[in-house]
């Protein structure tokens, strides 16, 4: 649930470049529209928005279910390490650099691009903040969803769409409606409830309430440090990067997830989890491979 929310936003701003590059083509490559050509225009990007916007939350909400489905599964089996938990949360962006690769842009417009940009201090500044905080999540998850039921994980964790919207409204400027203001309020009353009532109905272990009370903190305060995130990445896009294009997008979540995976995996070697992966992997319920 949580890595759907962070995935949807990322689909948003796959969204927006999407519809860059479907303007500028057509800009390029059509003549002169006539009357009627000009008035179908606004349908036909309606249209591609949502089919677009469809899809992505079709691959969000399926994918990233069943990864917090496993990752319950990895805790209800045999796993103990929270930083093995984190670390594989986080090593997933190697898969991003072959479609990366592929958009980099050619020699000539290379020159032009770099005279945009910001110092490069200035960027690895941003790549080194945003790692931080996305190591620190992805740990606060993993004592979440290691000690509470998942259905109750997925409940609190859907109080980080609260929390976008405020950190939304102090960093950019977005504006309270009054759809948002009303899931403010059953969002809040529906995880303040929560804390009273430790949930053992989905058939997971008995969960003591001291490790309730505190798999439920852990994932709020995780909720709400998502929530600044997504909130400082788009205020980055804003004020630093300039450039809301896909090569850009997936330049931030690769160079930030590397940080956060080096910071993943230098917790498990100083916490010393690593020594008993071994013994971990021979005893766990699923066997080796799983």
Sequence with gaps: MVSSLRSFEMGKAREVQLQIMVNEVR???????????????????????????????????????????????????????????????????????????????????????????????????????????????????????????????????????????????????????FLIANSLVLLTISSALLVFQPGDSSGSKKISKGKYVIGFLCTLFASAGYALMLALTQFAFKKIIKRKTMRAMMELIICQSIMATCLALAGLFASGDWKVLKKEMEEYELGKVS
């Excluded at 931080?132 to 998850?141: C, E, N, Q, T, V």
């Design 27 to 177: 800009e390029e490559h059509s003549e002169e529209p006539d009357a009627g050509h000009q008035s179908t225009k606004p349908q036909i990007k309606g249209q591609i928005w949502w089919i677009k916007m469809g899809i992505y939350s079709f691959f969000v909400l399926s994918g990233q279910t069943v990864a917090m489905l496993l990752g319950r599964l990895y805790f209800e089996k045999g796993g103990n390490s929270k930083w093995m938990s984190a670390v594989v949360q986080l090593a997933g962006f190697p898969l991003l650099l072959p479609f990366y690769c592929i958009l980099l842009p050619k020699k000539s417009t290379t020159d032009s691009i770099d005279r945009d940009r910001p110092p490069a201090l200035t960027f690895a500044f941003l790549y080194v903040s945003l790692g931080i905080l996305l190591a620190g999540m992805s740990l606060l998850y993993s004592y979440g969803v290691s000690n509470l039921p998942v259905s109750t994980f997925s409940l609190i964790c859907a109080s980080q769409l609260g929390f976008n919207a405020l950190f939304s409204f102090f960093l950019n400027a977005q504006r309270f409606t």
